[in-house]
T-cell receptor
């Protein structure tokens, strides 16, 4: 059974810092891995989709990597800003209709 | 841009009432999903649909039903709302999965339901 873990649960950093969020999964047989952002009381916004055959994907200040063999993905945020404060969730697409979500990392970027 | 629209952002209902949550997507996606999100429990799948009139139970279907009469619309129904159904409800859609790189999920803004 696929399990997805995100550590740490919460993170507080000063503005301008580069940071890494972690996502671990137990079964390497995946289609894709997707990173989302969620603001308080809102839905999830898709940030990056990494295909199972890819090693990384970039969008602006965000870079996500995938290492299937070790069951890990990282989301790298460069030059963090207060507007990056949100909860970040990863989701593993591990079956045609099966998406397994981590419980998220709550990020606070201090001005 | 893909848009998933949930009809109500906030609802307050009484125990025993019938509740309808509506979701519409505009990208001709085959798959639609209903999740609920609770603190400490994360996102849990209630029901999903892979085609018109087709539905499958997710992990926590008890107390819920769904309807998909048109491709773009997926409704979640609480036949008799209870206080333990107070939650954030999230609708999502994705195109048909054809292998790696497909099946990207897109979410609506969420519906916060409070049952008194």
């Amino acid at each position: 059974k696929q399990e997805v873990t995100q550590i740490p649960a919460a993170l507080s950093v000063p503005e301008g810092e580069n940071l890494v969020l972690n996502c671990s999964f137990t079964d390497s047989a995946i289609y894709n891995l997707q990173w989302f952002r969620q603001d308080p009381g809102k839905g999830l916004t898709s940030l990056l989709l990494i295909q199972s055959s890819q090693r990384e994907q970039t969008s602006g200040r965000l870079n996500a990597s995938l290492d299937k063999s070790s069951g890990r993905s990282t989301l790298y945020i460069a030059a963090s800003q207060p507007g990056d404060s949100a909860t970040y969730l990863c989701a593993v697409h591990s079956g045609t209709y099966k998406y397994i979500f981590g419980t998220g990392t709550r990020l606070k970027v201090l001005a | 841009d893909v848009k998933v629209t949930q009809s109500s952002r906030y609802l307050v209902k009484r125990t025993g009432e019938k509740v309808f949550l509506e979701c519409v997507q505009d990208m001709d996606h085959e798959n639609m999903f209903w999740y609920r999100q609770d603190p400490g429990l994360g996102l849990r799948l209630i029901y999903f649909s892979y085609d018109v009139k087709m539905k499958e139970k997710g992990d926590i279907p008890e107390g819920y039903s769904v309807s998909r009469e048109k491709k773009e619309r997926f409704s979640l129904i609480l036949e008799s709302a209870s206080t333990n159904q107070t939650s954030m409800y999230l609708c999502a859609s994705s195109p048909r999965v054809r292998g790696p790189g497909t099946g990207e999920l897109f979410f609506g803004e969420g519906s916060r339901l409070t049952v008194l």
